[in-house]
C-alpha cells in the first residue's frame, strides 16, 4: 500500500499529450469543486516540466477563475514566454471541459549569491509536543464524522496546531487573525526538488484562510461562510523538503467588501524562513 505521500506524488505526475500540454488527474471526491492547492501544485509541475531543471522556481502569481469538477481531468497548456541568462518564465493555463478554470505565471532563477537577512522564526511548541488534528477533533467529539474519516484516510499531511482549535463563538472574543500550524507529507516524496516544491504548494492552500475566519467563526464546526481562494501568490527563498516538518505562520491583516486578505511564512525546523505567502478569498455568509 502507498504512502499519502506517494500518492499525492502520483497526483503530481502529469501526463504529457503534445509538446507544452499536460494532462493532470483530478480524484472524483464529495466535494462541492476541486481543491485549489491540487490545480496550483499541477500547475507548477508543468511550468517545471518545460524547464531544464537547473533552475528552481522562486515565484508563482495565479488566479482561480472558475471552480473545477472533481472526477474530471484536467488540462495544462503551457507558454514559454522566456528563457534568460538568469531567469526563466512559464505561463501556465489550466482548462477544463473546454473552459479555463485557472492561470498561473511561474518565474525560476539560477542560484547565485547575494545578501541575506530574515525575520526570525515565531517561538511555538515543537510538532511531536502537539496533537494530530484528527487526534484532536476525536477528543472533542468522540469519533470522526464519517466525511473527516474520509479526509483523514487520503490526507497527504499530517497537519497539528499550534494552538488548540476553537469549537465555538464563545472562544471568538477577542480572538486575533492569525493561526499557526506544523505541517509535513506523510511519506517520503523522494529526492527531486520541483516534487517538493509543488507539495508544498499544495499545502499552502490546505489552511491559509483559517486566519480570515478565525474572528467570526470557530474553525471546525457548522459553517457560517462559503469561502473559495480567489488568487494565490509564493516566493520560493531557500530549499527546503515538504516531508520535513515546516511551520506555516498565518495572519490576516484585513478582510472586508466581502474577501478576506491571508499572509503566510513558512519556516524549516531550523528557524530558516523558506516560503512566503500571500492569498485573497472570497468570504459570504450563507443564506445571506
Not at 493532470?24 to 469543486?33: D, K, V
Not at 492552500?205 to 461562510?225: K, N, Q, S, Y
Request: aromatic share 8%; glycine share 10%; charged share 25%.
Amino acid at each position: 500500500m502507498t504512502s499519502p505521500a506517494e500518492q499525492l506524488a502520483g497526483l503530481l505526475d502529469l501526463e504529457q499529450i503534445e509538446i507544452n500540454i499536460f494532462r493532470g488527474r483530478s480524484p472524483r471526491e464529495n466535494l462541492q469543486r476541486v481543491f485549489g492547492g491540487q490545480v496550483a501544485g499541477q500547475a507548477l509541475v508543468a511550468a517545471g516540466r518545460t524547464t531544464d531543471g537547473q533552475r528552481p522556481v522562486h515565484s508563482l502569481h495565479a488566479y482561480f477563475l472558475r471552480p473545477g469538477v472533481p472526477g474530471v481531468p484536467i488540462v495544462y497548456q503551457v507558454e514559454r514566454v522566456r528563457d534568460g541568462r538568469s531567469f526563466t518564465t512559464r505561463r501556465v493555463v489550466a482548462v477544463q471541459q473546454g473552459r479555463t478554470i485557472f492561470n498561473l505565471t511561474a518565474s525560476f532563477h539560477q542560484p547565485e549569491l547575494g545578501i541575506d537577512h530574515q525575520v526570525p522564526m515565531p517561538d511555538v511548541p515543537d510538532p511531536e509536543s502537539l496533537p494530530r488534528l484528527a487526534d484532536e477533533i476525536r477528543d472533542r467529539l468522540g469519533e470522526l464524522p464519517e466525511s473527516l474519516e474520509r479526509m483523514e484516510r487520503r490526507m497527504a499531511f499530517d497537519i497539528r496546531y499550534v494552538e488548540r482549535l476553537r469549537w465555538d463563538t464563545g472562544t471568538l472574543r477577542d480572538a486575533e487573525p492569525r493561526s499557526g500550524v506544523w505541517m509535513r507529507a506523510i511519506g517520503s516524496l523522494g529526492e527531486d526538488p520541483l516534487v517538493h516544491t509543488c507539495a508544498l504548494t499544495y499545502a499552502s492552500d490546505m489552511t491559509l484562510l483559517d486566519a480570515v475566519r478565525i474572528p467570526v467563526e470557530p474553525l471546525w464546526g457548522p459553517r457560517g461562510f462559503d469561502m473559495a481562494s480567489l488568487d494565490h501568490a509564493m516566493w520560493f527563498h531557500r530549499p527546503f523538503r515538504a516531508d520535513e516538518w515546516f511551520l506555516y505562520q498565518q495572519e490576516s491583516p484585513i478582510a472586508t467588501g466581502g474577501r478576506g486578505l491571508a499572509r503566510g511564512q513558512i519556516f524549516d525546523r531550523e528557524g530558516q524562513l523558506i516560503v512566503s505567502v500571500m492569498q485573497e478569498g472570497l468570504f459570504r455568509k450563507l443564506g445571506g
